[in-house]
C-alpha cells in the first residue's frame, strides 16, 4: 500500500522558466537510467523477493523514495515550463545553428501532447518501456544491475547539472546526485554480504561441474594488440583462482558442416 503527501521529498521549484532545460531534464524522468526505470526496477525486485526479507524492505524503502524523485522532476519540468517565453528560446536557438545542434530547442510536445508537463518519456520524446529494468529473482545479479543504474543515472545528473546556471534545478540536481550516492554505497554493501554467502560469480550454486574448467579463469586475446594482458597477468581472481592469458587463442571445436534438408524446404541445393 501506498500513501501520497502532498509535500515533495525535496525543493523543485527553478529560479525561472527554460523549456529547453526542461527537455534535457526528461532523460533523467523517463530515460533508460532515468527515475522511472529505478523506480520500477526496484519494486518489481522487492515485490518478487522470496524468504529475504532484509532485502526486500531495502529495495522497497528505495522505491518509494523514487517515486518521490519522479514527482520532484516531473513537478519542476512543469515549472519550467509555466510561462515560458517559447519564441524566445525558440529564436535563440534558430539564430545560432551550432546552439541548435547541440541543444535542440524545446521538445514540442511539451506544448502539442503534455500541456506544458511533463510526460514519461526520455529528452528526445521517445516512450519510456519496461524493457529498461531487470528483475531476475537473484539479488545478487539484480543489485549488481542497481549499482549500474544509479552509476549511470548519477553521470547524467551530474552532466545536468553542468548544463544550467539555474540555482533552483542546481539545489535539486544536488540533493539526486547525494542520494543517488547512497544508493550506489548501499547496494555495494548489499553485494559484499550477498558475495560472501553466494560465492563472486552469479549464480554461485551451479555444481563446478557443469562447467568446462580449464576455460573458466582464461583471457584470450581476441582483437590486436596485447594491451589486455595488464588487467589479468600474474593475478588471481577474486574467487581465489588464478587468471591465464593466451595471446593466441586455440581452436577447439570442428568446421560445421549442415546436412542438406528436404526439397519442400526450397533451400538452395549443394553447389561446389
Known sequence: MFMHSKELQYHAKPDRPDPIMARRLQEILGG??????????????GWNARGNEKYKDLLLDTATEEIGHVEMIATMISQLLEGAPLEAQEKAVDSDPALAAVMGGMNPQHAIVSGLGAA?????????????????GNILADMRMNVTAESQGRLQVARLYEMTEDK???DMLGFLLARDTQHQLQWIEAIKELEEKEGIVVPGQVPEKYEVSDVSHVLYNFSEGEHSKKVV????????????????????????VLKPVTKDVYNTSAMD
Open 32 to 45: 533508460q537510467w532515468g527515475e522511472m526505470s529505478v523506480m520500477n526496477m526496484y519494486l518489481f525486485q
Open 120 to 136: 514519461p518519456r526520455d529528452s528526445n520524446g521517445n516512450p519510456w518501456t519496461s524493457n529498461y529494468i531487470v528483475s531476475s
Open 168 to 170: 533552483g534545478i542546481r
Open 233 to 256: 597477468d600474474g593475478k588471481t581472481a577474486k574467487d581465489g583462482k588464478e587468471f591465464i592469458y593466451k595471446a593466441k587463442p586455440e581452436v577447439m571445436g570442428e568446421k560445421p
